[in-house]
C-alpha cells in the first residue's frame, strides 16, 4: 500500500531543513574561508609590494645621495678650475710685458760671443736698443753690426775706437733699430 502524505511532516521537513542548514553553513564557511584566504593573500602581496618599494625608495635616496656628492666634487673642481684660469690669465698678463724683453736678450745672446765681445750697457726702448761695449778688435765690432742688421735692424755705429786705457781693446757703442718684420 502506498501512502501519500499530505500534510507536511515534520520528520521529512526537519531532515531537508538540516541539510538545506549544513549546506548554506558549508557555504558559509566556504565562502568566509575564501574572503580570508583573498585578504591574507592581499595583506602579503601588499607587504611584499611596501617592501620593495622602501628598497627601491632606498636605493634611490643612495643613487640621490651619490649625486649631490658627485655634484659638490664638480663644484669644487668648477671653483678649482676657475681659480686655476684666474692664475694662468694673470701670469700670462705679467710675462707678456716680459716676453718682448726675454725675446730681444735671447736673440742678443745668440748673436754676442761672449770670448770676442763684452757688453758694458744695454737699453731698450720700443724700438730703439742702446749697445756699448768692448771688443779684442774693430772687425768683432763690424761683424757684430753685421749680426744685428741681419737679425734685428739696421745699425747705427756711434763710436769705436781703442779704450782709453787698455790700448788692445776696442771700445764701442751701437744703436738698432728694431724692424718688426725681422724679430716678430
Not at 745699425?155 to 733699430?177: E, T, Y
Request: with cysteine; aromatic share 6%; charged share 30%.
Amino acid at each position: 500500500m502506498v501512502s501519500i502524505n499530505l500534510l507536511k511532516d515534520r520528520r521529512y521537513d526537519d531532515g531537508r531543513g538540516r541539510r538545506r542548514s549544513k549546506a548554506e553553513l558549508f557555504a558559509g564557511g566556504c565562502v568566509l574561508a575564501s574572503v580570508c584566504a583573498f585578504w591574507g593573500w592581499g595583506v602579503i602581496d601588499v607587504n611584499d609590494a611596501t617592501q620593495r618599494l622602501e628598497q627601491e625608495m632606498q636605493e634611490k635616496q643612495e643613487r640621490v645621495a651619490l649625486l649631490q656628492n658627485t655634484h659638490r666634487e664638480v663644484l669644487t673642481l668648477e671653483e678649482r678650475r676657475q681659480a686655476v684660469l684666474t692664475e694662468h690669465d694673470r701670469l700670462k698678463t705679467s710675462t707678456k710685458q716680459l716676453a718682448g724683453p726675454i725675446h730681444l736678450l735671447s736673440m742678443i745672446s745668440r748673436l754676442v760671443d761672449p770670448l770676442d765681445v763684452w757688453l758694458l750697457h744695454l737699453q731698450a726702448d720700443d724700438e730703439k736698443i742702446t749697445l756699448s761695449g768692448f771688443s779684442h778688435s774693430l772687425e768683432d765690432v763690424v761683424k757684430l753690426a753685421k749680426d744685428f742688421e741681419k737679425m734685428l735692424g739696421p745699425v747705427d755705429v756711434v763710436d769705436a775706437g781703442p779704450h782709453d786705457r787698455r790700448p788692445d781693446l776696442f771700445q764701442f757703442s751701437m744703436n738698432v733699430l728694431m724692424d718688426s718684420t725681422k724679430h716678430g
